[in-house]
């Protein structure tokens, strides 16, 4: 059989029991053209929960019924499909169930078994939060040696690679802004910021201003809402502000929160511009190769935050939201699927 | 004597008559180095009610009792400065006053003479507003034939050339904003825009969405606020928002109207960029020339309101916010200067 987890209804704010369903179907068969792969584990980032709502995105909303959409990894176990072997390890959009379908459609990319890493390690700093640090900051945002960079979400999967990225590239000074901390610390001490500012704590723009009081040359946003408004007010001259996600206002309802202080992109000459992942798509290869690098050097620190079981995906992607994860948040469907 | 307008109190929400005050004092003297200005008019802009507040900008606040800061012409009517010659019409930092001092720091630039057109419309196209619109469409817009232009405040001195300039180069469409069924009038009859959508009605959001159904390439920003909000929900795909002014904003008391569209600019890879005209500085002839050839062979309509009277300048100033304008706001000091 195969075990799904399918969208019930359409959350209003924070996802509960009546959002998702867990149901069986038959295990699904390779014909012609296919193969068919045996889930490892899910990706669970933020994005997710947007196309749970029935709005306008980069991508069409999940169907009410249709298994939940998100990236993972498994093994091919069946192939009439020249691109994939039994065996390989791949990478693409398994969805929340146990088993998936490859074919030339849903494109899956193979994983080199001599990455030096495992899995969870190539999902997170080779996977999309890594190669979305680094479109982020190098192309989006024009990182420049000696830039003053601020990152928000600066414990997560996206935020720790973005800051060591920097740093490693000549940044004057790196700050993380994250929520609580055990996070601020793990920011500081793990991923080697000059320094992690709470965001739960009061006058966050005053210690923004503090802690850069030259101004931000390069702000990472991946929170938005009020944390974004007050990197605003700090931005530098020319500042570039890169929005890469908004987790602070999925969970929304109605109106989003306002950002007030646009009017410093024209006083200081400066530009905010948002991206996608994949947008990059063709590059990816670039990007894995400096970070599998970085990794092999010791120069870039990550941390993986495992769930076991794919009932439990949806408790997952919430702690996203109320900050109970340390790390890449993965879902391990089958802890036996193993690289190399 | 000397009359000027200085600042008394700093205005909270609209300028009224305890903000600014008439006083008399001596006819400045010529010294070394230095040229007598009488002067002919005052350009009105926004961005005077900014310099007002006592906040953070791209120019320090006017200081209480100062006179009110403001860039105007004149004519030098004695000078000991090779740079300025008897009879030279000027342009520069007049500020609120009949006569001022140009040295080489508050350096004012000599008009030529045979530019063919009056004194007001080289204020209003030729001067900072007409070639805010040049920069503003063409370097930070990076304006593409084929884009579909959307422009705010597009009755006024720097959106109406704005349109004017993305039709003459190719816009698909050129769409306006303006407040009232005059302006709006004006904006597709004398300044040749497909369309005019009035803010003032419901559902501006849903206006635009019809008006741009394949959504805006390049959004030129003068107003701010929910008009900002709602070009934002339209952008298209790596869209432009220029962020020129924010006039909706100016007489805000308190913490100004957040946006709360900014995820539109991830979704649609979309960028805003903020700019001050001034750091087009070295540039100006270039702009100038193109909009002198666009007067002169009749592409480039434009029109000047003109308030006679020195002491009319704070209501001149108040026409910009409540719409009662049509057209350039100039202040005419002494009409009997003229160009050439």
Request: glycine letters at 12%; hydrophobic letters at 45%.
């Amino acid at each position: 059989m195969n075990r799904q987890i399918v969208l019930r209804e359409r959350p209003r704010g924070v996802i509960d029991e009546s959002t998702t369903e867990l149901i069986e179907v038959p295990e699904p068969t390779c014909g012609p053209g296919q193969a068919l792969v045996k889930v490892a584990m899910l990706s669970i980032d933020p994005t997710i929960r947007t196309w749970m709502n029935d709005a306008p995105g980069y991508m069409a909303p999940i169907e009410i019924g249709a298994v939940i959409r998100s990236s993972g990894t498994g093994v091919v176990v069946a192939s009439q499909n020249d691109r994939y072997h039994v065996g390989d390890i791949v990478f693409g959009m398994t969805n929340w169930q146990e088993w998936v379908i490859a074919d030339d459609v849903n494109r899956f990319s193979v994983i080199p078994a001599d990455l030096g890493v495992d899995l969870a390690t190539a999902m997170n700093v080779l996977g999309v939060t890594g190669i979305t640090a680094y479109f982020g900051l190098l192309e989006v945002g024009e990182f420049r040696p000696g830039d003053v960079v601020v990152v928000s979400g600066a414990a997560g999967a996206t935020g720790s690679v973005v800051g060591q990225l920097a740093r490693a590239r000549g940044a004057a000074r790196v700050v993380g802004i994250a929520g609580g901390p055990d996070k601020c610390a793990d920011v500081v001490e793990r991923y080697g910021f000059d320094e992690c500012l709470d965001y739960r704590e009061p006058r966050l723009s005053s210690r923004l201003r503090s802690a850069c009081p030259d101004g931000v040359d390069l702000y990472f946003d991946n929170v938005g809402g009020d944390v974004l408004d007050a990197a605003l007010a700090s931005i530098a001259m020319r500042g570039r502000v890169v929005l890469c996600g908004a987790i602070s206002q999925y969970n929304e309802v109605g109106h989003q929160r306002g950002i007030a202080n646009t009017s410093m992109l024209i006083m200081r000459r400066a530009s905010m511009r948002g991206f996608i992942v994949l947008d990059f798509a063709e590059r990816y290869l670039e990007a894995q190769g400096v970070l599998a690098s970085m990794i092999h050097d010791g120069t870039l620190q990550h941390r993986e935050h495992l769930v076991a079981g794919l009932e439990h995906a949806p408790d997952a992607l919430n702690l996203l939201f109320n900050g109970g994860n340390l790390g890449k948040t993965l879902v391990v469907v089958d802890e036996s699927i193993a690289l190399a």
